[in-house]
């Protein structure tokens, strides 16, 4: 029967265990490199793909991204409209009727009689690819750093 024997293997486990538990700071590092991407993208797909007759370019103005937050899977990063509009509010309604979050949903799915202009998924998923490239940057740096 075979046998097997490794020589090195106890110097390196401590930085395999140092991998698979990833500090918070590297998370928060990738998360924010991969929005640095995906925020400025929906900006100038807002501006491109909303534009016409009606269009004031507050949406894209209003797309921000969050601080880094721990959810139930983890951590992440929101990027959505904030704030809300004072233009077109129509009588009896109140200013938060008229979200930016409101508007940029009814022109991402559409609604009866506007068709669907759906730039948030054209801009993450043409800027996907970079995004990720981003991010792998940020984790390989430190898995260079343990020496791996």
Not at 53 to 81: C, N, V
Not at 85 to 102: C, I, M, Q, W
Request: charged share 30%; aromatic share 6%.
């Amino acid at each position: 029967m075979g046998r097997l024997t490794t020589i090195g293997l106890d110097e390196i486990i401590p930085d395999w265990q140092a991998l698979a538990e990833l500090p918070d700071k590297v998370i928060d590092d990738m998360l924010t490199a991969k929005a640095d991407v995906i925020e400025k993208a929906q900006k100038q797909s807002a501006d491109k793909m909303l534009s016409g007759k009606y269009a004031t370019g507050k949406t894209g103005l209003s797309i921000k991204r969050t601080k880094s937050k721990r959810t139930a899977d983890g951590r992440a990063i929101f990027i959505e409209p904030h704030g809300g509009r004072s233009d077109n509010v129509r009588k009896g309604y109140r200013k938060s009727h008229r979200l930016n979050a409101t508007v940029a949903f009814v022109n991402e799915f559409g609604k009866r009689g506007q068709p669907a202009r759906p730039f948030t998924l054209a801009a993450n998923t043409a800027a996907g690819d970079e995004a990720t490239a981003k991010a792998e940057k940020v984790y390989n740096a430190y898995v260079d750093s343990k020496n791996l």
